[in-house]
């Protein structure tokens, strides 16, 4: 079994609430299969657990842990056990590449940015988060710690359109109230989720963040819903069908 970390996260110990808890969410779905166009052939890298393949499109997925390829459920493709920085395909294999929530956790996330370019002779769709946008989150106001750690990880914006290269667009993606994914900003509305340590740990980010901290914050956040102080000051916002906050969908056409 291959138990190397390929990243900046270990997900043969930290990822079995992924499978659970990190599901695809169809509305955010549908912005990243429409950004595939018609492509037939689809590269999912950092496939994980299978988030958001399309599954009427011949999908050929890479992800290095053997414990998320595990998890991978049984009408999915297996995945191939590989990295984003050493994709084991010729050049324009594919129509298009997809990369969904993952290049933060890549080793060289330079190197895996070009390979997909490399690979693929269509599009290259890569769905992430803004550092200069997860203020917008009011967890923030919690843990800011969090944001700061997280901040570190993700590749800037325009730094990932200037390595894909060509016609770049970037879209900002609404998060429904009932987000099925269970990032962090999934539960804008859902501030009680926070409190579950099973919640926090299919999210990456608090692996980042020192025990002391997180239970400061967590206590904090729940001494404000206990007293109805949480409302008062977001009740506007976790009122909103929609937030959108730091989600991103990068679409890179050669």
């Given at each position: 079994m291959n138990s190397r970390i390929a990243g900046d996260f270990d997900h043969e110990t930290n990822g079995s609430g992924y499978a659970v808890r990190r599901r695809t969410d169809p509305r955010i779905a549908a912005h990243v299969h429409a950004a595939l166009g018609d492509a037939t052939t689809v590269l999912?890298?950092?496939?994980?657990?299978?988030?958001?393949?399309?599954?009427?499109?011949?999908?050929?997925?890479?992800?290095?842990?053997?414990?998320?390829?595990?998890?991978?459920?049984?009408?999915?493709?297996?995945?191939?056990?590989?990295?984003?920085?050493?994709?084991?395909?010729?050049?324009?294999?594919?129509?298009?590449a997809m990369a969904a929530v993952t290049v933060h956790q890549w080793a060289d996330t330079d190197r895996g940015l070009r390979e997909l370019r490399r690979v693929s002779r269509g599009p290259v769709v890569v769905l992430t988060f803004d550092g200069d946008?997860?203020?917008?989150?009011?967890?923030?106001?919690?843990v800011p710690e969090l944001m700061d750690a997280e901040r570190r990880r993700y590749p800037a914006i325009d730094h990932i359109a200037d390595v894909l290269g060509g016609t770049v667009d970037v879209v900002?993606?609404?998060?429904?109230?009932?987000?099925?994914?269970?990032?962090?900003?999934?539960?804008?509305?859902?501030?009680?989720?926070?409190?579950?340590?099973?919640?926090?740990?299919?999210?990456?980010?608090?692996?980042?963040?020192?025990?002391?901290?997180?239970?400061?914050?967590?206590?904090?956040?729940?001494?404000?819903?206990?007293?109805?102080?949480?409302?008062?000051?977001?009740?506007?916002?976790?009122?909103?069908?929609?937030?959108?906050?730091?989600?991103?969908l990068i679409v890179a056409r050669p």
């Open positions: 999912n890298v950092g496939a994980g657990t299978g988030s958001y393949e399309p599954e009427d499109r011949e999908v050929t997925a890479v992800e290095p842990s053997a414990s998320m390829r595990s998890l991978r459920p049984a009408h999915l493709a297996p995945a191939i056990d590989a990295t984003a920085e050493d994709l084991p395909f010729a050049d324009d294999s594919f129509d298009a946008a997860l203020d917008l989150l009011w967890l923030a106001d919690y900002p993606i609404p998060i429904p109230a009932d987000c099925v994914d269970g990032f962090s900003e999934a539960y804008y509305a859902r501030p009680e989720r926070f409190l579950d340590p099973a919640v926090r740990r299919s999210q990456s980010a608090w692996d980042f963040v020192d025990t002391d901290t997180i239970y400061r914050g967590v206590a904090r956040l729940r001494a404000d819903l206990d007293t109805g102080e949480w409302h008062h000051r977001y009740g506007e916002v976790a009122a909103r069908p929609e937030f959108v906050g730091s989600l991103r």
